[in-house]
């Protein structure tokens, strides 16, 4: 090239190399909000100026393993993904404690609690997860009562089981469990209420629900099923739960666990297409193309989300898409849940009973040794599976479940599991 030449090419790249990047701000500081960051960061680490804006007084953490710590099992530091070293490396700016308060779509700025001024962006990032349930009775607000969500949740209920010894959870979902389970580790006498006549009615069916039930009464949990909470009991501050029939519950920590609604009171106020959850279609967009939207907080096709799987597909989506690939898509795949509670195993993926006439159940149950295992198919296909105390081949039966695999040629096998049907 001539030097002129030469000279034009540097001008143009200084002039690019001076031109301010776009602006990225970033409200939430999960694991939806983060995942998509490490997937915009892998692809293109200089294209924004990123902003996270967390509620929470933390670095990013494994909200997973909560139960964990409740149980004594991992510490706060533990969980910690992110220390604010990450957050320097990547040269993002962590503003902690300090929750955005606003939306103004016509200036493309956000309001933040204590900044005292609005930060402006050129793309907006939504990961404001998920709010508790709650049922709509007397004693809410007693002290004493509590949700389990996050670090403040968790530190709370620890020092509760140092200075009281009942607990009373209300709700046996997986984190009512959960919850349950660690604050028996703590040395607690543990009753939990559950609406519902089993344990886990969206991720076992009756049979496995009720091995869970008597697993957990052995070791030293209560249960109230088919039971239904009418008041949490108390003047000055909690002291037990009146059941819907009568039966009064003494305790002096009320946990609610009933499950979680998409949080989309900011999105709803600044005027975005909301449902159960802030709309969004398979690019992760929400109804203004400058806003994206991941996690707890969205609808995509008429379904919210709670568990982790879905959330770091939708994550791995939402980065290519601020990394500019146009063709990234979000198609969710089947859930899967698990438990966390040492030693006991539980697996579970799609449809927990046969749906029509087509539908075909394989079972095997083992009492004495405390084995469950069921496939359901259709067409030939696994479409979901329900495992209980032995669920080695989980991973195995999601693949073909995911896959969509025709198991017939060795359907008769397929329930005593892959070394066997392999095998044969």
Request: with cysteine; aromatic share 6%.
């Amino acid at each position: 090239m001539t030097p002129e030449q030469v000279a034009q090419v540097q001008a143009s790249f200084q002039k690019v190399a001076l031109r301010p990047k776009e602006r990225l701000v970033v409200v939430g500081n999960g694991t939806a909000a983060i995942r998509t960051l490490e997937a915009l960061l892998s692809r293109a680490p200089r294209r924004y100026d990123v902003t996270v804006v967390g509620a929470e007084p933390h670095p990013n953490y494994n909200r997973i393993l909560l139960s964990a710590v409740l149980a004594g099992e991992k510490t706060m530091d533990e969980i910690i993904i992110h220390p604010h070293a990450w957050y320097a490396e990547h040269g993002v700016r962590l503003l902690t404690g300090d929750p955005v308060t606003a939306i103004d779509r016509t200036a493309n700025t956000v309001s933040i609690a204590g900044a005292g001024a609005a930060v402006p962006y050129g793309k907006l990032l939504l990961a404001t997860g998920s709010k508790p349930l709650a049922p709509p009775i007397p004693g809410l607000d007693l002290p004493g009562v509590r949700a389990f969500r996050d670090i403040a949740d968790a530190e709370t209920m620890i020092a509760a089981s140092k200075r009281h010894r009942r607990a009373i959870v209300i709700g046996g979902g997986l984190l009512g469990l959960e919850a349950a389970w660690g604050l028996r580790r703590r040395g607690m006498a543990v009753a939990v209420v559950h609406l519902m006549p089993t344990l886990m009615e969206r991720q076992l069916d009756i049979t496995a629900g009720e091995m869970l039930r008597c697993d957990l009464h052995a070791r030293g949990i209560k249960f109230f099923t088919n039971a239904q909470t009418e008041a949490i009991l108390g003047t000055e501050r909690a002291v037990g739960v009146r059941l819907a029939d009568g039966r009064q519950i003494a305790g002096d920590l009320v946990v609610i666990a009933m499950g979680i609604r998409p949080n989309v009171n900011l999105a709803a106020a600044a005027g975005l297409d909301v449902n159960r959850g802030i709309l969004v279609g398979d690019d992760m967009r929400t109804s203004d193309p400058k806003i994206y939207a991941v996690g707890e907080c969205i609808e995509h096709n008429g379904q919210v989300f709670g568990l982790v799987a879905p959330i770091w597909e939708q994550a791995q989506v939402c980065g290519a898409r601020l990394a500019g690939d146009e063709a990234a898509v979000y198609l969710p795949s089947p859930v899967v849940t698990s438990l966390k509670i040492t030693g006991v195993s539980v697996f579970s993926a799609g449809a927990l009973a046969a749906e029509d006439t087509v539908d075909e159940e394989l079972a095997l149950h083992d009492p004495r040794h405390g084995i469950y295992k069921k496939l359901v198919l259709r067409d030939g296909r696994i479409v979901g599976c329900v495992l209980y105390g032995d669920v080695a081949d989980g991973s195995w039966y999601f693949e073909l479940m995911r896959d969509e695999a025709d198991v017939s040629p060795f359907r008769e096998r397929i329930v005593f599991g892959r070394d066997f049907a392999e095998a044969a």
